[in-house]
């Protein structure tokens, strides 16, 4: 049986890749902050473990890995999901703001790899997916602190694929466009549709379409593809 750690899981792109890999039969554990009812409700759902963690904090991350082990046994997937986003000018940005951002979306990978790449190494195998953005990639304006940490990401993505590529491990990032989500409850219906209309494929990404795409990288068909960013967005950030 496989086995998958996802951060964020409670809403959104986070539930539908547990709801995607339990699907497949995978054995799944994820984290939420505060979202408690959702998350009861999808563990419900798909059999999967909710773990309560703030993943900007090392400690809570150092018990969340520990009891994915003990429920699964070992982690087979890790996939970084969990981030927020921030939209306004740099100018007008708190210092605990832009740590938010940054720590949510960039430092937490840090966390939770270091956590979980021990017993990866030693079984000699395991795959990481993380979720950045077209952002990380193209930048976006109001969102300086948003693209910084998904550009991070991508640079993560690429220097750890090196590191532990010897130990047979795969590192890669997919980057989502437009998604619907929680996370674009700041736009009005109007601005969506002209994201829409931007996009080659004319809609708005669904969170079932980033979780095939966790589902193709995590499976044995993709053992030697690492160390790649893989947009997710209908060719909007092309
Ligand atoms: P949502 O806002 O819908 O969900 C965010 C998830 O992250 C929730 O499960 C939330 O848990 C969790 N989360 C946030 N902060 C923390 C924390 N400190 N500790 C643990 N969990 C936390 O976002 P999306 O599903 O849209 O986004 C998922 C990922 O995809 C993010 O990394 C985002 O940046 C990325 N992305 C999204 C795009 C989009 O258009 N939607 C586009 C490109 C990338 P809880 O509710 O319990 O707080």
């Not at 554990?29 to 999967?48: H, I, M, N, P, W």
């Not at 018990?63 to 986003?85: F, P």
């Not at 004319?202 to 079932?208: A, D, I, K, M, S």
Request: proline residues 2%; aromatic residues 6%.
């Amino acid at each position: 049986m496989q086995t998958a750690l996802i951060t964020g899981g409670s809403r959104g792109i986070g539930a539908a890749i547990v709801r995607a890999l339990a699907a497949k039969g995978w054995q799944v554990a994820f984290c939420y902050k505060t979202s408690q009812d959702e998350a009861r409700q999808l563990a419900q759902e798909t059999g999967a473990i909710a773990i309560r963690c703030d993943v900007t904090d090392s400690a809570q991350v150092r018990e969340m890995v520990k009891t994915a082990i003990r429920q699964l046994s070992h982690i087979d997937l890790l996939v970084n999901n969990a981030g927020v986003a921030w939209q306004g000018l740099l100018t007008d940005m708190t210092d605990q703001q832009w740590h938010t951002v940054l720590d949510t979306s960039l430092t937490a990978a840090f966390l939770t790899c270091r956590e979980v790449l021990p017993g990866m190494v030693s079984r000699k195998s395991g795959r990481i997916i993380n979720i950045s953005s077209i952002w990380g990639r193209v930048g976006a304006s109001c969102e300086a602190a948003y693209s910084a940490a998904k550009a991070g990401l991508i640079g993560l993505t690429k220097a750890l694929a090196k590191e532990v590529g010897p130990s047979g491990i795969t590192v890669n990032c997919l980057c989502p466009g437009v998604i619907r989500t929680d996370m674009l409850a700041c736009y009005t219906e109007s601005d969506l549709a002209a994201l829409a209309d931007e996009t080659p494929l004319c809609r708005l990404g669904t969170p079932e379409d980033v979780a095939n795409a966790v589902c193709w990288l995590a499976d044995e068909k993709a053992a030697f593809i690492t160390g790649q960013v893989i947009g997710v967005d209908g060719g909007f950030g092309q």
